[in-house]
Nanobody, 126 residues
Framework: QVSLMESGGGSVQAGGSLRLSCRAP????????MAWFRQAPGKERELIAA???????TYAESVKGRFTISRDKTKDNLFLQMEDVKDDDTAVYYC????????????????????WGQGTRVTVSA
């Protein structure tokens, strides 16, 4: 089991910015590729960004060019920098450790093979 704790969610106006954080033991980032998912009301959980153990990143088309996944130097934190947010970005955002070893954004990830945080809610208002 891996302990993941997200923070940074809240309300933001459309066009604004928000940074989400995920705290995990440093060893987590050496062992697992990491990802951010989101789940909007009434929709399936969506994989939106992934980072591998050497820092390579991939993104879903829905967020490419607006969101950035990164780790800090100590590797205790994973971030999702959200820019130019839109109404469709309203969702609960989840940090996840990837036991599948996809290490990239894929269309139909096997959700059971991720360790999950509890989620942090982001609400975008007009």
């Amino acid at each position: 089991q891996v302990s993941l704790m997200e923070s940074g969610g809240g309300s933001v106006q459309a066009g604004g910015s928000l940074r989400l954080s995920c705290r995990a033991p440093a060893a987590t980032y050496r062992t697992y590729c990491m990802a951010w998912f989101r789940q909007a009301p009434g929709k399936e959980r969506e994989l939106i960004a992934a980072i591998d153990t050497v820092g390579r990143t991939t993104y879903a088309e829905s967020v490419k060019g607006r969101f950035t996944i990164s780790r800090d130097k100590t590797k205790d934190n994973l971030f999702l920098q959200m820019e130019d947010v839109k109404d469709d970005d309203t969702a609960v955002y989840y940090c996840a450790a990837d036991r599948n070893d996809y290490c990239r954004v894929v269309t139909s990830p096997t959700l059971a093979n991720y360790f999950w945080g509890q989620g942090t809610r982001v609400t975008v208002s007009a």
